[in-house]
């Protein structure tokens, strides 16, 4: 399959900690973008990474590309009970132009 | 409130049924999509406009028949499900470069709330 496979599936913190998901894909693409979604409700549009770019911030965000590894990880810094929600990748590949895929999501459980 | 709407927010329907869900972006984009999320299981690409025209059609039945009249409404119809098509339905929205057809730049997407679709 085409699609991103987030990493863990389910983690549970305390608040204040820091909270690491990752994402793997499998073939080439322009970008990697990550998305988070209230139990449910739509997804909202985190922060975008392209193929050659390589960190980026976004506030309390963080994410990572490495291309060589297909591989993309989202932390989420000093965490707080309202990031509770899963979270999902979703690559835009290099030949299917505007078609993004998604994983199945990791389910983040902050608590208070 | 991303911009992009969808109505209804649930539906409960037969399978014998016939009814719409509907989607309209107020963006300005050129580029709008369904997915269907099950649970456990990756969103689904349903289907894909750009610039009004399906450019994709990811093997979904024909029970599901999309509709773009123009840039900013998209509806799914539906018509004889099955109780395995209970599912939320989630539109989206970009603004795409090019010229229509195959697009590459790979902007970000904007989702509505979805439509919670349950097959009695």
């Known amino acids: 399959s085409q699609q991103g496979e987030e990493d863990p599936q389910a983690l549970s913190i305390q608040e204040g900690e820091n909270a690491t998901m990752n994402c793997s894909y499998k073939?080439?693409?322009?970008?990697l973008q990550w998305y988070r979604q209230n139990s449910g409700r739509g997804l909202v549009h985190l922060i975008l990474i392209r193929s050659n770019e390589r960190e980026k911030h976004s506030g309390r965000l963080r994410v990572t590309l490495d291309t060589s590894k297909k591989s993309s990880s989202l932390l989420i810094t000093a965490s707080r009970a309202a990031d509770t929600a899963s979270y999902f990748c979703?690559?835009?590949?290099?030949?299917?132009?505007?078609?993004?895929?998604f994983g199945t999501g990791t389910s983040l459980t902050v608590i208070p | 409130e991303t911009g992009v709407t969808q109505t209804p927010r649930h539906l409960v329907m037969g399978m014998t049924n016939k009814k719409s869900l509907k989607c309209e972006q107020h963006l300005g984009h050129n580029a709008m999509y369904w997915y269907k999320q099950s649970a456990k299981k990756p969103l689904e690409l349903m289907f894909v406009y750009n610039f009004k025209e399906q450019t994709e059609n990811n093997s979904v039945p024909s029970r599901f028949s999309p509709e773009c009249p123009n840039s900013s409404h998209l509806f799914l119809h539906l018509h004889t499900l099955q109780p395995e098509d209970s599912a939320l339905y989630l539109c989206?929205?970009?603004?795409?470069?090019?010229?229509?057809?195959?697009?590459?730049?790979?902007?970000?997407?904007?989702f509505g709330e979805g439509s919670w679709l349950t097959v009695v």
């Open positions: 073939t080439s693409i322009n970008n």
């Open positions: 979703a690559t835009a590949l290099s030949n299917t132009g505007n078609q993004f895929y």
């Open positions: 989206a929205s970009s603004q795409e470069r090019g010229t229509g057809g195959l697009l590459t730049s790979g902007n970000t997407i904007y």
